[in-house]
């Protein structure tokens, strides 16, 4: 199904230095990876749907809720410097 000029040719396209032996055994890994993907071919998918997952997953993430932080005055009083309730940094934007 591959031979090794395939092989060589895939190793020089990801600029992997391949031995005479390596080309031996990824001719017998790569034809037996490629013949599985023929069994899959077999298989009916007509009535299957397309799908980026195996599972149908929905969004687990939680929604943001806006909450103090407890320890405010002190995170504001470590800052090299700060204005009210604000952190204060230097300016990087010039103005025009």
């Not at 809720?65 to 010039?94: C, H, T």
């Amino acid at each position: 199904m591959i031979d090794r000029e395939q092989v060589r040719k895939v190793a020089h396209l990801a600029r992997l230095k391949v031995t005479p032996e390596e080309e031996e055994k990824f001719t017998t890994e790569l034809g037996s990876i490629l013949e599985y993907f023929e069994q899959l071919k077999e298989l009916e998918t007509e009535n299957v749907k397309p799908t980026t997952r195996a599972i149908d997953v929905s969004n687990i993430s939680r929604s943001d809720q806006l909450k103090p932080y407890e320890n405010r005055d002190s995170l504001l009083g470590s800052a090299p410097e700060s204005d009210g309730d604000y952190f204060k940094v230097p300016k990087i934007l010039k103005e025009e």
